[in-house]
């Protein structure tokens, strides 16, 4: 197993201590992204002079003497979140000509911290799909292989870590859309508490269960990058107040004593027999940790499935409709009837969602007070090829929308934190991951869980077969 590339506090260290200059590792990844980029599409715009800028002006703070968390780290964005004078397309022809006035806070936020943006990254457009395929900027491919799907919607953001360019990117999740990639690309995945990261200068898909998340190779690195994003800001009336902790501080506390929550409905069901066999594997390890194992039962979870949907369509198509009315042939063909019928959508559905949104908080915070952090698998399967459309699961073929999502979307209607890491792989060499579930603004507990793990495994440390590839050996598709 070859060596995988450095996380952000190795390369900060090197940074600081002088022995490389944040620009000698700007160059290095702007190199690699414009070469795997034709092949991989992981970016839709790359900005070495911006990244140029901030790597000289980070130098330029070592050498004063600054002390910055992510010295020299580059990092990239999802194409939804703002970066000053550089266009926000959101993966779509309607916007591809909007340029940003400024920096989204969470930019703004790494960047502060020392970070170098190389660019915006490839997603499903407008954040409304779960395969990373896009017609106008073309198909995000797994770098596990290249004829599979990445996932989406933030696909560029984990196929730009998997491929080594950079050690951590942002991407949204609204659904599942940064939890889904990381499972399938290897990765570690990170949508934290509803408001516990600011999405001022991020467009929307569903304001009212958006969420933006970092994803890296470790669950240490997270939280890194963690304690940089998290934090009230007053352009976001949605943000919260509560004081964010220093999540590194807590990551080697042991687990002994921890209560995981094993579902008993809904996620351990239907999967495939190699998702349950590595999935029942990394339950072992945590009870070897000291870990113990509760059966608990999750309520409501088919009305989930109703009411985020009467959400998602209500507050996406809400969003859209003034670019529908004007543009509509420039959305794909994919996602244009979605916002159209969403728009069809009695007001009385929206609020039956949101009824049903609060109902399934109070019953889920009594689940929660009993255990300390949930476990399922994130996907029920691994990544599928372009242009399958159903999966074939115990008890029958499942179409590929509800397999990919019904694990996660629960937590994007409640708020709560969750993680995705590798746990295994399947036959054919492709990730799979496990889904932690932590309560309410308890990142550092599932962080902790995940970093705790990765260190008796070596998982996250695999690196794709396309990290190892010349540009004459890479695959078509």
């Known amino acids: 197993m070859s060596k995988t590339a450095d996380n952000c506090l190795e390369i900060a260290a090197k940074v ?10 700007a160059d290095e990844a702007l190199a690699k992204a414009q070469r795997l980029q034709e092949k991989w599409r992981p970016f839709i715009r790359i900005t070495p002079e911006l990244a140029w800028q ?21 990092f990239a964005v999802k ?89 951590v990117t942002l991407g949204s999740d609204t659904g599942g859309s940064v939890r889904l990639p990381a499972a399938l690309c290897g990765l570690t995945g990170l949508k934290p508490t509803y408001g516990r ?32 994003m998290a934090g009230h800001d007053p352009a976001d009336g949605s943000s919260s107040r509560q ?19 094993l579902p008993q409905t809904w996620f351990f069901e239907a999967l495939d027999p190699e998702v349950s066999q590595a999935v029942e594997v990394g339950i072992d390890r945590l009870v070897s940790l000291g870990c113990e194992r509760i059966d608990v039962i999750l309520p409501h979870l088919a009305e989930v499935l109703g009411a985020h949907r009467a959400i998602i369509f209500s507050e996406a198509s809400s969003y859209h409709q003034p670019f529908l009315a004007e543009r509509a042939d420039r959305y794909g063909d994919d996602i244009r009837p979605l916002l159209q019928g969403g728009l069809l959508l009695p007001a009385v559905d929206y609020l039956k969602g949101q009824r049903v949104r609060r109902v399934v908080g109070k019953a889920w915070a009594n689940v929660f007070a009993s255990i300390d952090c949930l476990l399922t698998p994130t996907t029920p399967i691994v990544a599928t090829r372009f242009g399958q459309r159903t999966a074939a699961l115990p ?11 019904d694990f996660s979307l629960p937590f994007n209607l409640t708020g709560h934190p969750a993680l995705s890491i590798p746990c295994g792989f399947s036959k054919e060499g492709l990730p799979i991951g496990v889904h932690l579930v932590g309560g309410p603004f308890e990142e550092g507990t599932i962080l902790r869980i995940a970093h705790q793990y990765q260190r008796q495994t070596d998982w996250h440390q695999r690196t794709a077969p396309a990290n190892h ?5 890479l695959p078509n598709t």
């Open 395 to 405: 008890g029958g073929e499942r179409q590929l929308v509800r397999a990919y999502l």
């Open 79 to 167: 194409d939804l979140i703002n970066m000053k004078d550089v266009p926000t397309t959101c993966g779509s022809k309607v916007f591809r000509d909007h340029v940003a006035g400024a920096d989204a806070t969470v930019v703004q936020k790494l960047i502060a911290s020392g970070a170098v943006p190389l660019g915006k990254l490839n997603m499903h457009e407008c954040a409304f799909g779960f395969t990373g395929e896009n017609p106008t900027f073309g198909d995000c491919r797994n770098p596990w292989d290249a004829n599979r799907i990445a996932g989406g919607s933030s696909s560029g953001s984990a196929v730009a870590v998997a491929l080594g360019i950079c050690p």
């Open 469 to 473: 590839l010349t540009t004459t050996e």
């Open 16 to 25: 600081q201590s002088h022995e490389k200059t944040a620009r000698q590792i």
């Open 197 to 228: 990261v600011s999405r001022h200068g991020v467009v929307p898909l569903a304001w009212s269960m958006d969420h933006v998340g970092p994803l890296t190779r470790t669950a240490e690195d997270a939280a890194l990058v963690l304690e940089q």
């Open 54 to 74: 901030q790597a000289e002006r980070v130098d330029r703070q070592v050498a004063s003497g600054r002390q910055l968390p992510l010295a020299g780290v580059p």
């Open 243 to 261: 004081r964010v902790p220093q999540y590194q501080d807590d990551l080697e506390k042991p687990l002994r004593g921890l209560r995981i929550g």
